[in-house]
């Protein structure tokens, strides 16, 4: 069993990995960029990911994760180890990184000015960021947008986009030319992708952004664009709803998600046509945003 | 220097210069391991270190462990409160012991910054029935267990299994004496009844000396020290506030009366050796008769020495598993007597060789259901 170790240095963190599956390093390497894989002395988090123990090495295969020496998940069959190190990472940062507010949402930006999607899973959130990510917006964030505290000011935290079961069709079709993952089939979300962005996100992700909308995407097959502004207090309660770690921050992270409101313009958006919902943030909201 | 010898001088305040990123990083990933981050952030603010002279990097990780220790202070305080409200009717006794006590306790250095997984509870032992039974009704209910573990529980231990709310997810662990009674070593609990105290809000600790003696029984009778150097600085933080002459004397009194003055030479010792806190001659002269022999303190200083210094097991060498073996095995010898040892490591080791060829899940009962207790996963 040979481990190799590596260090992730995905701002505003950086990561330590030791893996002994090469299936994990295979996919680090085709979907983060080089300047992301280099060496650092000085990782905020250390993680594994390593083959079940006992007879599961060779019967059915399974992937382990650690934080250091927690072990937060149960094991994973082997095809789904590089999925179990995102996740893994999901789950450090939204349990340890308190000095942000942190929301379940995607962050994009264009022209200086970010929007911020907070969605449940199966709102069409992540497909909605693959194309936006490649028709000129910068990804900031898939899943977790760090807030700082007391601003709307978004850290960018620059990770591939994590895609489920007919999205990834859709996207192999949209984006031939991207970097995917390989297949982690029949997790709980079902079979899932990680697709990385393009060059021009992982260049920036370093430049913070000021989130001046916030749209809660949700995509019905039926339905063209229909978009309601939201009131401050159905915003309000919508975004709370989507923020990990808001009763940790306490009065912090209150008083970030009341400010973030109440400085945004709020929509919920129902579309089944990416094309024309981005028409609409570029050409109806973006202008008429200050920052 | 080793990264636990610079933890221990940067405990007292001392910020040595010229650290690189990478030591600071190392003495990060030590100090979470030890849940002493938090600990350590409140602990550096009291000596008068700014905080902000330190480099960013630790700056963000002590913030974001104040933030999460402020948070279980909170938690704990609405627990502690519910629980009052729930039991006292059931009890005449009810204590918060160890971390939970340390949080509830007014303004006790030892309860700032201090995180823990669960709270622990003393109750008079012929409560536990009715205890156990509003405990359920109100959500708290033991996880499954196999026979086996319910049978050691129930029989032997001085706890019933632990608790859990179904929604909160908070943990009790609901104890009736501070010793697992097979060990023969559980005192008569009435001596420490004699030695609580109540807080400002109204919730019954032991007194500092009472506190002293049970973390003391707590970390020496145990067969696994995964925080030592947490544990270590309780003692060390309690010696600190509230040693007086009526401190010593309570305590001295109490280990002998109860049977551990052995373990509280122990303690004394190691927060001397570690810490480098003073101990009152006087006190030492008091308990020489029952300072271990001079093998069995070298013996004893190989283990913990080791294992209650800040440290990982990244870190550790050989000579550190070793200490930890031998801290298994004793810990096991002192808990339990020779039948009964090896009836349990028989069962134990069984399960363990079926790990080792199943994996370790082939215990689990059923598929987890990941949806419930996973962040970003959903």
């Not at chain 1, 083959?51 to 992937?63: C, K, S, V």
């Not at chain 1, 497909?127 to 898939?142: C, K, M, N, Q, V």
Request: hydrophobic share 40%; glycine share 4%; charged share 20%.
């Amino acid at each position: 069993m040979t481990f190799s170790q590596q260090f992730l240095s995905i701002p505003p963190f950086c990561f330590e990995l030791s893996t002994d599956v090469p299936l994990v390093s295979k996919n680090i390497r085709n979907i983060y960029p080089q300047s992301v894989i280099n060496s650092s002395d000085c990782p905020d988090y250390f993680f594994a990911v390593q083959y079940g123990n006992g007879l599961r090495r060779i019967i059915r295969p399974q992937a382990r994760f650690f934080s250091d020496q927690h072990e937060p998940f149960k094991p994973i069959s082997l095809d789904c180890s590089f999925a179990l190190l995102e996740w893994g990472m999901n789950w450090c940062i939204a349990t340890q990184e308190m000095r942000f507010v942190i929301v379940h949402a995607a962050v994009l930006e264009k022209d200086g000015k970010a929007i911020l999607f907070p969605a449940p899973p199966g709102s069409g959130k992540s497909t909605l960021t693959a194309w936006l990510a490649f028709h000129g917006w910068r990804l900031l964030s898939d899943e977790m947008a760090l807030l700082l505290p007391g601003s709307q000011t978004v850290v960018p935290f620059v990770r591939p986009i994590c895609l489920k079961n007919n999205s990834i069709t859709l996207a192999k079709s949209w984006f031939p030319d991207a970097r995917f993952s390989t297949i982690a089939r029949n997790t709980h979300k079902g079979d899932v992708v990680h697709l990385s962005p393009p060059a021009h996100s992982w260049e920036n992700n370093r430049v913070p952004a000021q989130v001046v909308a916030i749209v809660f995407p949700k995509y019905q097959q039926e339905q063209p664009l229909t978009v309601t502004q939201l009131n401050q207090a159905q915003a309000f309660s919508a975004l709370a709803e989507n923020a990990f770690n808001f009763s940790l921050g306490g009065q912090a992270g209150f008083e970030t998600i009341v400010k973030l409101v109440e400085k945004s313009q709020c929509y919920e958006a129902c579309y089944n046509d990416v094309a024309e919902l981005e028409e609409f943030l570029t050409q109806d909201v973006l202008p008429y945003a200050n920052i | 220097m080793p990264i636990s010898e610079l933890i221990v001088v940067i405990y007292h305040g001392i910020i040595p210069e010229h650290l690189t990123l990478s030591q600071w990083s190392q003495i990060v990933r030590v100090l979470r391991h030890q849940q002493c981050l938090a600990r350590l952030n409140w602990r550096l603010q009291q000596l008068g270190i700014d905080i902000k002279s330190l480099p960013q990097f630790v700056q963000n990780h002590l913030k974001n462990a104040e933030i999460i220790a402020n948070k279980q202070k909170h938690q704990v305080h609405y627990e502690a409160k519910e629980l009052l409200r729930l039991l006292q009717p059931y009890t005449a006794k009810l204590l918060f012991l160890k971390g939970a006590g340390y949080s509830l306790a007014n303004n006790a250095s030892v309860g700032h910054g201090r995180t823990y997984s669960d709270i622990d509870l003393l109750v008079d032992k012929a409560s536990l029935p009715d205890v156990e039974k509003e405990l359920a009704l109100n959500g708290f209910f033991a996880e499954d267990l196999d026979e086996y573990d319910q049978k050691y529980y129930r029989q032997w231990s001085h706890e019933i299994p632990p608790l859990r709310h179904g929604s909160r997810g908070t943990v009790l662990d609901v104890h009736h004496n501070l010793v697992p009674l097979i060990s023969g070593r559980a005192p008569d609990i009435n001596l420490f009844f004699a030695h609580t105290q109540t807080t400002e809000l109204g919730y019954t600790i032991f007194k500092p000396a009472a506190m002293f003696l049970h973390s003391t029984v707590h970390l020496f009778l145990n067969e696994e020290i995964k925080h030592g150097f947490r544990d270590l600085t309780d003692l060390g933080l309690l010696i600190e506030q509230y040693q007086s002459e009526e401190f010593w004397r309570e305590l001295v009194e109490l280990a002998i009366q109860s049977n551990f003055a052995r373990e509280l030479c122990l303690a004394l010792r190691y927060t001397n050796k570690i810490l480098g806190q003073d101990i009152p001659a006087s006190v030492q002269t008091l308990l020489l008769p029952y300072l271990p022999g001079k093998m069995a303190l070298r013996y004893l200083d190989f283990i913990f020495v080791r294992v209650l210094r800040p440290t990982h097991p990244v870190f550790s060498d050989r000579k550190d598993q070793l200490a930890q073996f031998l801290l298994m095995t004793r810990g096991h010898y002192l808990k339990m007597p020779m039948p009964i040892l090896l009836k349990h490591t028989f069962w134990k080791g069984y399960r363990n060789i079926a790990t080792t060829l199943l994996g370790s899940n082939f215990w689990d009962k059923a598929e987890p259901d990941n949806n419930k207790d996973v962040v970003g996963r959903q």
